[in-house]
């Protein structure tokens, strides 16, 4: 057995990174991805990263909540952990606390610190995060995953009907299979139909998919409402279209919908999960790591999805880098049953990136699978720090 392996810096970045074209949705307008970087040194020199985008309206973190969280909660955990092999590595990972002593979720905070810790370990033990899926000793939660069928999905946000059409066009050309379209505002149902003009023979004949996603636009019966209108088309799911109520609430719209409802801002933690399936509120999961609190939760609702006979979305946060992207490439390698994914934009969206070959989707939405030890990727510290809005704020232990 290896010596124990302990952390000797931590680091937080927070950083701004301008996007190529504003984003935006029922619940924001996104022109710069802010995320919030967290870094360990261990002993040996390895350094592990980890990424997190906090979002109020999802898990009710704010950046500084993150930090604050990072600095109170995890700092004081991660000075007693020196892992002898990667088996305790993951244990010390999946130890991390998703909520705080007032119940609230921590889970974008954790999000960072886990997948820095992870990153971190697998590379200095050299075992590749594949064995992560061997901890669950659940069968079939291991490679391929959903690798030969899972292929990443083309968003298209709320604006102009007709910009949103020509968009779909160009996704069309190269050969993307998966859409979703952001609705909630004045235009939805012009900017839906519009899409599904576009998109009208492959949906037919089964080639693409398509869902929309009010992020928490409406009521019960706004959403009755809309999605009654739209029973002729072919939509697959309709993601978070009600404001974060109790399930029930789920449950009510689930029994008049034509469509299978998709949780997201809903779904934070395993609680919540259970609550949606006990009200019969969940047709599908939407999985984000960020969200979620990294991989291993993350893992551990796509078990459940998995008993349960329910699909998984694995989402992102826009604006993600490549840190997140690589870490979400390593979750579709292990878990089945993923049916679409979201990130890898890499250049697409970002005008800058932590590496200097980022990672993203290629042609139809397809991508390949990362390899080697760790998260994969080689981050520059010094775009790292040119990106940073303010100094690393350093912890030795």
Not at 357 to 364: E, H
């Amino acid at each position: 057995m290896s010596r124990p392996l302990p952390i000797r810096t931590c680091e937080i970045h927070s950083l701004a990174i301008p996007m190529r074209r504003k984003v935006g949705h029922a619940a924001a307008q996104r022109v710069c991805s802010e995320p919030i970087v967290f870094s360990v040194e261990l002993a040996d020199g390895t350094v592990g990263y980890g990424e997190t985008h906090p979002r109020e309206y999802v898990s009710g973190e704010s950046p500084a909540d993150v930090m604050r969280s990072i600095r109170e909660i995890f700092l004081p955990l991660l000075i007693n952990t020196h892992p002898a092999n990667f088996g305790e590595a993951i244990e010390a990972a999946a130890a991390l606390p998703t909520i705080d002593d007032n119940g609230q979720p921590i889970t974008a905070a954790r999000a960072a610190v886990e997948i820095a810790l992870l990153d971190a370990y697998s590379t200095a033990f050299q075992r590749t995060l594949e064995s992560i899926a061997g901890y669950f000793e659940q069968r079939g939660f291991e490679p391929p995953g959903s690798r030969d069928t899972c292929r990443y999905t083309i968003v298209l946000p709320s604006g102009a009907p007709r910009k949103s059409a020509k968009l779909a066009r160009i996704a069309r050309l190269a050969r993307i299979t998966n859409y979703k379209v952001k609705v909630g505002d004045d235009d939805d149902d012009a900017r839906l139909r519009a899409v599904c003009k576009v998109l009208r023979n492959p949906l037919a004949s089964r080639t693409a998919t398509l869902t929309i996603d009010a992020n928490m636009a409406w009521d019960v019966d706004a959403a009755k409402k809309k999605l009654y209108a739209w029973r002729d088309l072919p939509i697959q799911a309709v993601e978070q279209p009600l404001p974060k109520i109790a399930a029930e609430h789920w449950g009510r719209l689930a029994d008049e919908s034509p469509f299978p409802l998709m949780p997201d801002e809903s779904l934070i933690t395993m609680i919540d999960a259970e609550a949606l399936l006990d009200a019969g509120g969940a047709g599908w999961f939407n999985i984000r790591l960020s969200k979620n609190g990294g991989l291993i939760p993350a893992i551990k609702l796509a078990v459940v999805a998995s008993r349960h006979e329910i699909p998984v979305q694995l989402g992102c946060m826009v604006g993600e880098t490549s840190i997140l992207s690589a870490a979400a490439r390593w979750f579709l390698q292990m878990t089945p049953g993923v049916r679409r994914a979201e990130g890898s934009f890499g250049r697409l969206l970002l005008s800058d990136d932590v590496v200097a070959r980022p990672v993203r989707f290629g042609l139809g939405g397809r991508w390949r699978p990362m390899t080697g030890f760790g998260l994969g990727i080689r981050v520059d510290p010094a775009r790292l720090r040119r990106l940073g809005v303010v100094e690393p704020e350093i912890t030795r232990f």
